[in-house]
């Protein structure tokens, strides 16, 4: 587990994290900077899909650790398969999930008996598959493979999934400063990889870019090379609890299914709680501790399943974006609850402001 690390806008220069923007007013004790200029209404709507027959289609989901069933990351691919079976008809779908400590040849194993069973397209779902699909594409060059979090497999039948998680994370570090009553908000890492990194870094430029003053809580529950910290909730509640003993009042998991660790020590604590990847107010299995659940940073993962899919059975994988981001609604913001729709304006401000580039969000720590 890394150190707490407390940050403040005068402790640390982390780049382009200065206020944003220069009309309307702030709101919240612990915001100091001008709220963004209120963006336009903007009548943009995902399209709806032309009708597309994927009968013929028998898809395959290797989750990562967790599995259907984690409220977060691997339920948002399931949701994205579950989509596609119903709007077009996918013909067959197969799951398997990987196990916390399993070896690179257990995944190998996985994606070749998905592809031996004639299931295409494979996908695989979070960055540690990346070593077996350079194993295992190039064997079955007819199969499509799609891999999320990860663009390092440059193999032809291979698409990358990835998203511009630091820019919803920015919008979530926003939320939290206008939600803060101590001035003073955590995040809480799964694994210390470059992928979370990602969360971590978006987080605090958001919170920085609205005040001056906030401080902010960093920890990892495991470092790179134990992927364990996305299935210990157990963990996730001890160190969310020791973030809460320090004074923090919001705190932003992107943890897996560590994260009902972490609302559990919001609710108890009385504290509030930002979501990853999916709307987790709306996920079952944190039904218990939702009311502490203000937001959530969609990381459409469900979005992207559903969409490549769809490219595989109109066989016009060019339709893809090459990273989902806010432009595309790659990333976005929950608003079940109701408890940012007071502050939406100056989300969606900011939002705009990153779309227009008049903001850039850096990608790392």
């Not at 990835?162 to 926003?174: C, T």
């Not at 955590?186 to 919170?207: C, H, N, Y």
């Not at 940073?297 to 339709?319: H, N, P, Q």
Request: negative net charge.
């Amino acid at each position: 587990m890394s150190g707490v690390l407390a940050l403040t806008a005068c402790a640390k220069d982390s780049g382009d994290n200065s206020a944003a923007g220069d009309g309307g007013e702030s709101s919240g004790e612990c915001v100091t900077a001008a709220a963004p200029p209120r963006a336009e209404a903007s009548s943009k709507e995902r399209e709806a899909p032309a009708d597309v027959d994927a009968s013929d289609l028998k898809v395959a989901l290797a989750f990562d650790v967790g599995g259907r069933g984690d409220a977060s990351f691997n339920d948002a691919a399931a949701a994205g398969v579950d989509k596609a079976v119903e709007d077009m008809g996918v013909g067959d779908t197969t799951e398997s999930t990987a196990a916390g400590t399993e070896s690179e040849d257990a995944k190998q194993q996985r994606l070749t008996q998905m592809a031996k069973e004639g299931y295409d397209p494979i996908i695989a779902v979070g960055f540690a598959y990346a070593d077996a699909l350079k194993a295992v594409a190039p064997k079955f060059p007819d199969t499509h493979f799609a891999i999320v979090d990860d663009d390092s497999v440059d193999e032809k039948n291979v698409t990358p999934l990835v998203f511009a998680e630091e820019q919803g994370s920015f919008l979530a570090g926003v939320a939290a400063v206008y939600k803060s009553d101590n001035c003073h908000v955590g995040f809480v890492g799964g694994v210390d990889t470059p992928l979370i990194q990602k969360f971590e870094a978006g987080f605090v430029q958001g919170a920085k870019a609205a005040s001056d003053n906030v401080t902010v809580e960093v920890d990892y529950l495991t470092p790179a090379g134990d992927i364990s910290g996305f299935n210990d909730p157990g963990k996730g509640n001890v160190v969310a609890k020791s973030q809460i003993d320090k004074g923090a009042d919001v705190l932003y998991h992107a943890a897996g299914a560590s994260g009902k660790g972490v609302f559990e020590a919001a609710k108890a604590g009385d504290a509030l709680a930002i979501g990853v990847d999916s709307d987790q107010y709306e996920q079952k299995t944190v039904s218990d501790v939702k009311d502490v659940i203000m937001t959530s940073m969609l990381k459409r993962v469900d979005v992207a399943v559903y969409d490549y899919i769809r490219a595989v059975a109109e066989d016009d994988l060019s339709s893809l974006p090459e990273r989902f981001d806010l432009s595309v609604d790659g990333v976005a913001y929950s608003t079940s609850g109701g408890q940012v729709d007071d502050i939406a304006d100056v989300l969606d401000g900011y939002k705009a402001q990153i779309v227009a580039g008049e903001i850039e969000v850096s990608p790392t720590p």
